[in-house]
């Protein structure tokens, strides 16, 4: 089982820039795929990125793409997200969340955090 915890998340002007963070305590974080998905007010939860279990491979909404970077350390158990040129649409509250495999759906995640808030002002 997995433990999850985000920070980072905060209040951000537009074009700017903003790193959150995922710590992940428990057994064997580098056999979990992590995901970041981000849900805002009335909005369904949507996958942002996704890395696999080494960090060899990523993969990207098209929302985000070329503007967020996903990366983990496996000696930390932390997974981030770098988020760049942020506009006010990516106002959400941010998850991470591990799972087995690849996936762009929330439901096969069977661990997440509790989120942290990201406000992108105009």
């Known amino acids: 089982q997995v433990q999850l915890v985000e920070s980072g998340g905060g209040l951000v002007q537009a074009g700017g820039s903003l790193r959150i963070s995922c710590a992940a305590s428990g057994r064997d974080f580098s056999n979990y795929y992590m995901g970041w998905f981000r849900q805002a007010p009335g909005k369904e939860r949507e996958s942002v990125a996704a890395i696999s279990w080494s960090g060899s491979r990523t993969y990207y909404s098209d929302s985000v793409k070329g503007r967020f970077t996903i990366s983990r350390d496996n000696a930390k158990n932390t997974v981030y997200l770098q988020m760049n040129s942020l506009k006010p649409e990516d106002t959400a509250v941010y998850y991470c969340?591990?799972?087995?495999?690849?996936?762009?759906?929330?439901?096969?995640?069977?661990?997440w955090g509790q989120g942290t808030q990201v406000t992108v002002s105009s």
């Open positions: 969340a591990a799972g087995p495999q690849k996936a762009t759906t929330p439901q096969p995640y069977p661990y």
